[in-house]
């Protein structure tokens, strides 16, 4: 359903995709990649944005939301990759987490996207979403969501399913109203039918 499936941020570097990461929370990839084209453009390397005046840097990513939070998130990240791994952003999971701004979730998408390691399987909204709509998990959390969904998926998949889970979630398995009649999952799903904002949806479903 998804041949072409992949991150939808912007970047050319491991660095460049951090901060469009750290970017994201509560905030669109069409945004940040909107943000990200003149960011680039601006500030090129950590150091740039190390010895970034902070106001300048919270300008420019000010239609993100949360500016402030990750301006300074992004500041002192590119700090410590400066002071402590030499510009480059480190490829092990545990330096990676103790970076400002960075969590679990952002350093499984740059370990996957940009250094094609599969440390984990990254769980956004969508791939919350949709992994208890089709009962691959109960639990509510992502790190208990990730756990379960590690157990079930082979570890070669790991990086693959989660943009599929998320090309899935914005096209079909929306939020506020999936459209089941149209989806080719429909059959496996134990939500089917199930979903408030999808009983009036068209059962073209029982047709493919």
């Not at 390691?117 to 208990?144: N, Y």
Request: hydrophobic share 35%; glycine share 6%; proline share 5%.
């Amino acid at each position: 359903m998804y041949p072409h499936a992949a991150c939808s941020l912007d970047f050319r570097t491991p660095f460049q995709l951090m901060v469009a990461t750290i970017l994201s929370a509560q905030c669109t990839d069409e945004r940040v990649n909107i943000v990200t084209k003149e960011l680039f453009k601006k500030y090129k390397k950590p150091s740039d944005y190390a010895e970034a005046l902070i106001n300048g840097l919270e300008d420019a990513i000010r239609s993100t939301g949360f500016f402030r939070n990750k301006a300074k998130s992004i500041k002192e990240s590119a700090r410590v990759i400066v002071e402590k791994y030499d510009g480059k952003v480190p490829e092990r999971i545990e330096l990676l987490v103790k970076l400002p701004g960075v969590g679990r979730k952002t350093a499984t998408v740059i370990l996957g996207t940009a250094f094609h390691k599969a440390e984990g399987i990254t769980v956004d909204t969508h791939v919350s979403r949709l992994s208890q709509r089709l009962g691959l998990t109960v639990a509510k959390t992502p790190e208990k969501i990730e756990k379960d969904l590690m157990e079930l998926i082979p570890k070669k998949d790991w990086i693959i399913f989660s943009h599929l889970m998320i090309d899935h979630g914005r096209a079909v398995c929306k939020a506020r109203k999936p459209e089941c009649g149209d989806c080719r999952l429909a059959k496996l799903c134990p939500s089917y039918g199930n979903i408030p904002s999808a009983h009036h949806i068209s059962n073209k479903a029982d047709n493919k």
